[in-house]
């Protein structure tokens, strides 16, 4: 399988891409290399929400909490405690893991949005935890001048990591997407009776989902880490998790690199629309309704090259005509 993508088409427009991102600290300035990291945290974010929800059909609502747990993992490693900074880049994602592991054995005896009801709760719990706990996370103050190895003491050496982190994680989700475990989840999505009665373990395979797409969302959070040097209560909260959510929705539920336009759109909404007015919301809620309207499935839904195909073929008939 690994043969055949390699030799795939796709393949080489993504290296091509690749190749474009990392020469584009030497073209742009520092404060674009920094939005385009941004992008790509937030992307990798909710492609993991992607991941469960639009290819698994969970209703997973409050992916934020796990961003958090991963997050302030890594945060208090390095700063309560002198182990190196790669073990608190690992703890993280590994704890995001495990809670999702824990709130999924729990959500999984639900179904749908009885599911989605009770993660929320649960995750709510979580970002109280953390908002109440002033001995260990410092509230609502949140933790600050992080210390991070020298190699990511400059922008640059930043970018680099987190363009690295991100297109092995991508290229991850891909491989798992494309694999068995991977048609599971979407014919589980489709169908689940009818998976059940073929003797799929609908809960298991959910469950498995849920570990795998919060230890990406707490790989998300350690890269915040690494970028902001900082971390606080509100990655936590419901509303980050309706964000993603509406960044999935923009880009396309159904799509691999769908919901990574959509944490585009939201960032350069916030970044530059923001800077001009304070209600920035209200753009993007417009192109929301639009989409809603034109392009129910997302951005990434269109197909442009079979658009062209269908104008090539009117334009023949009427010259035959």
């Known amino acids: 399988m690994i043969a055949d993508i390699v030799r795939s088409r796709a393949f080489g427009q993504n290296a091509l891409l690749l190749l474009v991102l990392l020469l584009v600290p030497a073209v742009a300035g520092r404060f674009y290399v920094y939005i385009l990291a941004v992008i790509f945290v937030t992307g990798l974010l909710a492609m993991s929400l992607n991941l469960l929800v639009g290819h698994g059909g969970a209703y997973q609502f409050h992916h934020a909490a796990f961003y958090g747990v991963g997050a302030y993992t890594a945060a208090l490693i390095l700063v309560k405690t002198s182990l190196p900074a790669w073990v608190a880049f690992c703890a993280g994602p590994i704890a995001a893991a495990v809670t999702g592991l824990i709130v999924g054995a729990i959500c999984v005896r639900l179904n749908k949005l009885y599911y989605g009801m009770l993660q929320i709760s649960l995750g709510s ?35 680099y990591f987190v363009l690295g982190v991100v297109a092995v994680c991508l290229a991850l989700m891909y491989l798992i997407l494309k694999s068995p475990f991977g048609a599971t989840l979407r014919a589980i999505r489709d169908n689940p009776q009818r998976c059940e009665a073929v003797g799929i373990n609908v809960r298991r395979h959910q469950l498995l989902g849920v570990v795998v797409a919060t230890f990406f969302a707490g790989v998300a959070g350690v890269l915040f880490v690494v970028l902001e040097g900082s971390v606080f209560p509100d990655m936590l909260f419901w509303v980050l998790s309706l964000e993603i959510l509406i960044m999935c929705l923009l880009g396309g539920w159904f799509t691999f690199y769908g919901p990574m336009l959509g944490a585009a759109i939201m960032v350069a909404l916030r970044t530059f629309v923001g800077s001009y007015t304070d209600y ?32 090539g073929r009117r334009a023949s008939m009427k010259a035959a005509e």
């Open 280 to 311: 920035w919301t209200l753009v993007l809620g417009i192109v929301l309704i639009l989409l809603i309207f034109f392009l129910p499935e997302g951005l990434m839904s269109i197909n442009l090259r079979e658009r062209i195909r269908q104008r």
């Open 125 to 159: 719990l979580i970002w109280i935890v953390v908002l109440r706990w002033y001995s260990l996370t410092n509230g609502d103050d949140g933790i600050h001048g992080i210390p991070m190895p020298e190699f990511l003491s400059s922008a640059t050496g930043i970018y």
